[in-house]
């Protein structure tokens, strides 16, 4: 057989075994949608300018440039250009947003400052960010000025957006009253602090049962679980996948598509059982689906939804 042949199906071999969908069909989740104004928090002097910057994800979860329009909450403290530049014009907080059409960012906050002596901005920190219910965890606050310099002495107030979920009193004690999720903030002379997002009771489990995609074969139980501070990934004894090239396990809100997601580690071995790690920034119920992945070609092997 000529060598040129003989390569020509090795490769159309490798190939075929992650045929499937092209990445280009990835489905349409309005869930992926994301508009990211950084940074969350920001001081400036009076008269002076700061700039925000802005990144848009679109329905597929893919970076794209789009026209924003950006907005303060009171001009009469800071005005905000199309380009997200800010220009200070009196002493007070606001808040910036910027808009992809009607779709809406975080709000971040720009504090404006007269003087070094005023606080800038409030940063506030906790050991955890679960907590089970009827049980305690300690914020703290710290206030600075527009040098970054701490200002001792100030009293705070904190607010918890449910308190029926969790409450926190003058010390900055969380209690967990119900399950849920609760963002808490803290203030001091008109000034508020950036939000710590809580998960009560979160020492739940999601689990699905992996199910072939592509013409693939992947099989077993999977189960995203909470673990005191960390959130694991357990791959049951039955859990069993192919072989392939690049295999890569990821978390994605579609069945068929890793955009938007993401990546956890390599699938190291195509048996189970056995445990992966998943990075601290992701929450409980943040995404639906547990993906087997073949990363070179950008196709799945096999997904399980997590109930």
Request: with cysteine; aromatic share 8%.
């Amino acid at each position: 057989m000529p060598r040129l042949t003989l390569q020509f199906l090795l490769l159309l071999s490798v190939f075929t075994s992650c045929i499937g969908i092209d990445y280009l069909d990835d489905p349409i989740d309005e869930r992926l949608r994301k508009l990211e104004v950084t940074p969350e928090t920001a001081a400036i002097m009076s008269g002076e300018t700061f700039s925000f910057s802005a990144v848009y994800y679109n329905n597929r979860g893919i970076e794209t440039d789009t026209i924003l329009n950006w907005t303060s909450s009171n001009p009469a403290i800071a005005t905000v250009d199309n380009n997200g530049k800010a220009t200070a014009i009196s002493q007070g907080q606001v808040t910036i947003t910027a808009f992809a059409g009607d779709f809406e960012s975080n709000k971040a906050l720009l504090t404006v400052v007269g003087n070094s002596n005023e606080i800038a901005t409030i940063e506030i920190s906790s050991p955890s960010t679960t907590v089970a219910i009827n049980s305690t965890l300690q914020f703290s606050a710290e206030a600075k000025n527009i040098n970054d310099q701490e200002i001792t002495g100030k009293s705070f107030v904190w607010t918890s957006s449910d308190e029926s979920i969790a409450t926190i009193d003058a010390n900055g004690l969380l209690t967990g009253k119900d399950n849920g999720d609760v963002n808490i903030s803290a203030m001091a002379d008109g000034v508020s602090s950036n939000v710590i997002k809580v998960s009560i009771g979160s020492t739940g489990s999601r689990s699905g049962n992996f199910k072939g995609l592509t013409g693939h074969t992947v099989s077993g139980k999977v189960t995203l679980k909470r673990s005191g501070d960390n959130l694991l990934l357990d791959f049951a004894e039955d859990f069993e996948s192919q072989s392939g090239p690049g295999l890569f396990i990821y978390l994605s809100n579609s069945e068929s598509s890793v955009s938007g997601g993401i990546e956890i580690k390599s699938l190291e071995a195509n048996k189970g059982p056995f445990t992966l790690e998943v990075p601290s920034s992701v929450e409980l119920s943040q995404y639906d689906y547990v993906i087997v992945h073949c990363k070179p070609f950008n196709i799945p092997f096999g997904a399980a939804k997590l109930e």
